[in-house]
């Protein structure tokens, strides 16, 4: 045999072991090298050197009824695997950082700084936000076509938000037809009535028609500016594909269940003349919308449609068999909170009128059954509340454990600060540590891709 063939049986033999020691993603590697679709190498650099650290400092913008609890419960777990702390609310915050007060890092709970990651709902403050993290932050948000989401906010805060209620007969065609009967911009709870998206994003969703447009474009470069991906919740999984790709994280790392669903019975089918009210009432929205909605499918052409397509097509699969693993070999069944046994898996219901469904881990799987951790099937599905106090708990734990002097003295300092928030325990509508010690880490069992 020739030194020249010895030497690429060598380089064979090396890549194989290579790729099969960092985390067995042999035949994905091998799927993107047919494809040219080199970034699909997951964690290892594209220059063949060594491989590239998970990036761990996220921002990320948790709008309203777009699909971020999904997101979130992707972060969330993503944070316990690695041993990263989460940004968490205080106490008198509730599960938000005092929304829709704008953010704060006085709302942060101190058991819960320096955060790796901020997730939880929170009206945007670039520079609140940059006092707590790091200058290498990523920061992430996503958005939804501006029907659709509307439709969702009319029917989820119906018996909350003021502008909502007083329509008569819960009727989102008369609401439309007249908003301004029925909006009013400073009462509590408007900023479900009207520029959601805009008003998450720290920006002005009153500002003049005249002006409007105008705005609405400056707004959208200072988005720009500040969010390294926006996601777009109708291209989810295409979106996760960027997601994935910016922080260079696994295909484990981002698999998912969609939570915070509502029945079908709740939904309201809508018109054209609807859609078009809608993006009328909401332009701001509108024009945010449309603009990230073009710069996602930029950077998708950008890394090329047949390496999309596959990278989802593997995504889904390997998704597909986590929640079987999960769920005795079958997809999950939605359930309404009431069949639900487990109270720790019961989503949250914003009304009688709106039905929100969850999941419930069969009674019959064990660990050894499914080959996976109970626990890491139950926060699969676990809803935002529940998620976010567990993680809160955990947390404390852990700060007081390492710093038990110092919790004490922040007890009595946070006792005051509860008096200074003064936050309307109405205000908060369910949407759906200094230093580190080694936690046990949930780890994904990796199975083989049918």
Not at 65 to 73: D, E, G, L, M, P
Not at 285 to 298: E, G, P, T
Not at 356 to 374: E, R, T
Request: proline share 5%; hydrophobic share 35%.
């Amino acid at each position: 045999m020739s030194q020249k063939k010895i030497f690429l049986v060598l380089v064979a033999i090396t890549t194989v072991s290579f790729l099969l020691h960092h985390g067995g993603h042999l035949s994905w590697t091998m799927e993107a090298f047919r494809l040219g679709c080199s970034s699909m190498r997951f964690s290892f650099s594209t220059d063949g050197g060594s491989p590239r650290h998970k990036h761990t400092s996220v921002v990320f913008l948790k709008t309203h009824k777009t699909a971020s609890t999904t997101v979130q419960n992707i972060l969330f777990r993503f944070a316990e695997r690695n041993n990263l702390t989460v940004a968490l609310p205080v106490t008198a915050c509730d599960h938000q950082f005092c929304y829709p007060r704008l953010f704060s890092s006085h709302f942060v709970h101190p058991h819960t700084t320096p955060p790796d990651i901020i997730t939880n709902h929170l009206r945007f403050s670039r520079s609140e936000v940059h006092r707590l993290m790091p200058n290498d932050t990523v920061y992430i948000t996503i958005l939804r076509e501006p029907g659709a989401m509307f439709e969702s906010l009319f029917s989820y805060y119906n018996q909350y938000c003021q502008s909502f209620k007083r329509v008569p007969n819960g009727s989102l065609e008369a609401f439309l037809d007249e908003p301004w009967s029925y909006y009013r911009p400073e009462e509590k709870d408007a900023m479900y009535a009207r520029n959601t998206l805009t008003f998450d994003l720290g920006g002005d969703k009153d500002r003049p028609s005249a002006d409007a447009k105008m705005y609405a474009k400056r707004f959208a470069a200072e988005v720009e500016r500040t969010f390294s991906l926006v996601m777009i919740a109708e291209y989810f999984d295409e979106s996760l594909v960027l997601l994935r790709r910016l922080l260079s994280w696994d295909l484990e790392d981002v698999l998912y269940v969609k939570l915070n669903m509502r029945t079908a019975s709740s939904k309201s089918s809508l018109s054209s003349e609807l859609r078009a009210k809608i993006r009328s009432w909401n332009a701001i929205d509108a024009v945010l919308y449309d603009h990230f909605n073009a710069s996602l499918w930029r950077q998708l052409n950008a890394i090329g449609l047949a390496c999309v397509a596959r990278e989802v097509q593997l995504l889904r699969r390997a998704r597909d068999q986590l929640v079987r693993s999960c769920f005795g070999g079958r997809l999950p069944q939605l359930r309404s909170a009431a069949q639900i046994t487990n109270k720790d898996l019961r989503p949250w219901q914003p009304s009688s009128k709106v039905a929100i469904v969850g999941y419930d881990l069969p009674a019959n799987i064990s660990n050894k059954s499914s080959g996976l951790p109970q626990e890491m099937c139950l926060k699969l599905i676990m809803p935002e509340v529940q998620y976010t106090r567990l993680l809160l708990r955990s947390e404390s734990l852990r700060y007081r454990n390492r710093f038990p002097l110092r919790s004490s003295q922040q007890t009595l300092k946070r006792s005051g600060q509860r008096r200074e928030i003064s936050v309307l325990s109405s205000t908060q509508r369910p949407s759906g540590a200094l230093g580190r010690t080694t936690r046990g880490n949930l780890r994904f069992t990796q199975q083989p891709i049918n």
